[in-house]
């Protein structure tokens, strides 16, 4: 991404990086609403579902099914209001969890795998998801028997995408994904993408901008234009370290106060700021981004990081067409 945009930058001068806006979108990973009750239910079937496979092949004898009367407690749980009769469906539903989980264990120690590719897969499956079901059956136990909150860092949001976060925005409901923070200039491209690990303030996030667009294109912008969750007296001082001369948040509380050069200059780039919301939703709606189903990390931050070229080459493509039909017939 960033070579391509260097090119454009370049010679096709698309973009000098002279004005630069951010703001952050959440993308959220193909999970359903992770409830200690429907992680339960995922490690007891998904986990009998690989033993079943293996017993298939020969390598283990008779497995023993937990998911029926799992499932029927799966239901009991999700239509119970008190609490009293939801802890005692718990305690049925974790004793076929942990059931499975030492039946999962005498598997994964037992079974010689030999050259069959599939029945490796299989085991190294089982012994990737041994330690997410001691999770699940923990935070449960705390939370729903015992009665305590379990901090969100030691929580796990879904056994199959484990990489997956909880974000909260502001007063907006929670969200199940990753924070993706996205810069342009006056060009629209996006200049900057940073997938965001846990869920930090957007004020957090402000520094790395002007410290990857430096590095990445050598350039110093004059204009650096946020919303106001990226405030800060702090990130104010950054940016005049930078060299950036007009530093404006959307909205600022206290003490803090914008820095531009002109009454004129600060409406015109707060102006443009909004225009950001419009680029995240062109990304968003046009390469599908709003939830992304594709399986794993590595495979998530490929998703958003081809979307975004995607993205940059159809407003490359824009002004190349525009450039072409300018030219004289």
């Given at each position: 991404?960033?070579?391509?945009?260097r090119i454009?930058?370049?010679?096709?001068?698309?973009?000098?990086g002279?004005?630069l806006?951010t703001d952050?979108?959440?993308v959220e990973?193909d999970?359903h609403?992770p409830?200690?009750?429907?992680?339960?239910?995922?490690?007891?079937?998904?986990s009998h579902?690989?033993?079943?496979?293996?017993?298939?092949?020969g390598?283990?004898?008779?497995?023993?099914?937990?998911?029926?009367q799992?499932?029927k407690?799966?239901?009991?749980?999700n239509?119970?209001k008190?609490k009293?009769?939801r802890?005692?469906?718990?305690?049925k539903q974790l004793?076929?969890?942990?059931?499975?989980?030492?039946?999962?264990?005498?598997v994964v120690?037992g079974?010689i795998?030999?050259?069959?590719?599939t029945?490796?897969?299989?085991v190294?499956?089982l012994?990737?998801l041994?330690?997410?079901?001691?999770?699940?059956?923990?935070i449960?136990?705390r939370?729903e028997i015992k009665?305590?909150e379990v901090?969100v860092?030691?929580?796990?949001f879904?056994i199959?995408?484990?990489h997956?976060d909880?974000i909260?925005?502001?007063?907006?409901?929670?969200v199940?994904?990753?924070?993706?923070?996205?810069?342009?200039?006056?060009s629209?491209?996006?200049?900057?993408?940073e997938?965001?690990d846990?869920n930090?303030?957007?004020?957090?996030?402000?520094e790395?901008v002007?410290?990857r667009?430096?590095?990445?294109?050598g350039?110093t912008?004059?204009?650096m234009v946020?919303?106001?969750?990226?405030?800060?007296?702090?990130?104010?001082?950054?940016?005049k370290?930078?060299?950036?001369?007009?530093?404006?948040?959307?909205?600022i509380v206290?003490?803090?106060?914008?820095?531009?050069t002109?009454?004129n200059?600060e409406t015109?780039?707060?102006?443009?700021?909004?225009?950001?919301?419009?680029?995240i939703?062109?990304?968003?709606?046009?390469?599908?981004?709003f939830?992304?189903?594709w399986k794993?990390?590595?495979?998530?931050d490929a998703?958003?990081l081809?979307?975004?070229i995607?993205?940059n080459?159809?407003?490359m493509t824009?002004f190349?067409l525009?450039?072409l039909?300018a030219q004289p017939?």
């Amino acid at each position: 991404m960033v070579e391509i945009n260097r090119i454009m930058m370049g010679e096709e001068e698309v973009e000098d990086g002279r004005s630069l806006r951010t703001d952050s979108t959440v993308v959220e990973t193909d999970i359903h609403y992770p409830t200690n009750n429907a992680l339960i239910w995922d490690c007891i079937k998904t986990s009998h579902r690989l033993l079943k496979k293996l017993e298939e092949s020969g390598e283990i004898r008779k497995v023993r099914n937990y998911q029926k009367q799992a499932k029927k407690n799966l239901f009991r749980i999700n239509n119970t209001k008190k609490k009293e009769k939801r802890t005692e469906l718990f305690e049925k539903q974790l004793k076929l969890l942990r059931s499975s989980i030492n039946q999962v264990q005498k598997v994964v120690e037992g079974v010689i795998p030999g050259v069959d590719l599939t029945v490796i897969s299989m085991v190294e499956e089982l012994k990737g998801l041994l330690p997410k079901m001691e999770k699940v059956y923990d935070i449960s136990l705390r939370h729903e028997i015992k009665g305590e909150e379990v901090p969100v860092g030691e929580k796990i949001f879904s056994i199959y995408e484990g990489h997956t976060d909880l974000i909260v925005k502001g007063a907006r409901e929670v969200v199940f994904g990753h924070e993706v923070n996205l810069t342009t200039g006056r060009s629209n491209l996006i200049l900057d993408c940073e997938i965001v690990d846990g869920n930090p303030k957007d004020s957090v996030l402000y520094e790395g901008v002007l410290e990857r667009v430096r590095n990445d294109y050598g350039i110093t912008p004059r204009d650096m234009v946020t919303d106001g969750g990226y405030a800060s007296i702090r990130n104010q001082g950054k940016a005049k370290e930078y060299g950036i001369v007009n530093i404006i948040f959307n909205k600022i509380v206290g003490s803090l106060k914008n820095l531009v050069t002109s009454a004129n200059m600060e409406t015109r780039l707060k102006k443009w700021r909004s225009g950001m919301e419009a680029v995240i939703s062109n990304v968003k709606r046009g390469f599908s981004l709003f939830r992304c189903d594709w399986k794993g990390r590595e495979y998530f931050d490929a998703k958003v990081l081809w979307s975004v070229i995607a993205y940059n080459i159809r407003v490359m493509t824009g002004f190349m067409l525009e450039k072409l039909m300018a030219q004289p017939q």
